[in-house]
């Protein structure tokens, strides 16, 4: 079957432990031919990111407050079938966790300071303005006679 490609990095020097990873297989929905009967192709991947001590505390803490939604019992499950190889759906199944955890440990953004219009900026808009308003007056008609 080949060696899987890990370790998952999250971000930095964090990377997801294979020993923290549970896997299970299982048969794929949907058609396909005489080969899906007899493939356990599914891949359900479970990570534990309540007990997990590879993350550090911050993230963790950001993690299971950022996907509380998706937890059950402080587990999260990623499942992956898109493909017909188990191994495919293996490091799709990987690539998805790591991607979702590192989208979970970012940092919050930084707040947004509100900036003031310049007042050079307001004074053109308003000319502008009023150089249209003249233009559009000066059309009013009448007086052709």
């Given at each position: 079957?080949?060696?899987?490609?890990?370790?998952?990095?999250?971000?930095?020097?964090?990377?997801?432990?294979?020993?923290?990873?549970?896997?299970?297989?299982?048969?794929?929905?949907?058609?396909?031919?005489?080969?899906?009967?007899?493939?356990?192709?599914?891949?359900?991947?479970?990570?534990?990111?309540?007990?997990?001590?590879?993350?550090?505390?911050?993230?963790?803490?950001?993690?299971l407050e950022r996907l509380a939604g998706r937890l059950t019992d402080g587990v999260i499950t990623v499942r992956a079938s898109e493909h017909r190889s188990q191994w495919r759906?293996?490091?799709?199944?990987?690539?998805?966790?790591?991607?979702?955890?590192?989208?979970?440990?970012?940092?919050?953004?930084?707040?947004?300071?509100?900036?003031?219009?310049?007042?050079?900026?307001?004074?053109?808009?308003?000319?502008?303005?009023?150089?249209?308003?003249?233009?559009?007056?000066?059309?009013?008609?009448?007086?052709?006679?």
């Open positions: 079957m080949g060696d899987m490609s890990g370790p998952y990095v999250i971000r930095g020097s964090v990377s997801l432990p294979e020993a923290e990873l549970s896997w299970r297989f299982s048969r794929s929905s949907g058609p396909g031919g005489q080969h899906v009967n007899t493939s356990d192709s599914q891949v359900e991947l479970r990570f534990d990111l309540g007990r997990t001590e590879s993350l550090p505390q911050v993230w963790k803490d950001r993690a759906n293996r490091e799709t199944a990987a690539v998805r966790l790591a991607s979702l955890l590192a989208q979970a440990t970012a940092p919050p953004p930084k707040p947004r300071r509100k900036t003031k219009i310049p007042r050079g900026i307001n004074e053109r808009r308003l000319r502008e303005k009023k150089r249209r308003g003249e233009t559009k007056r000066g059309r009013g008609g009448g007086g052709w006679d």
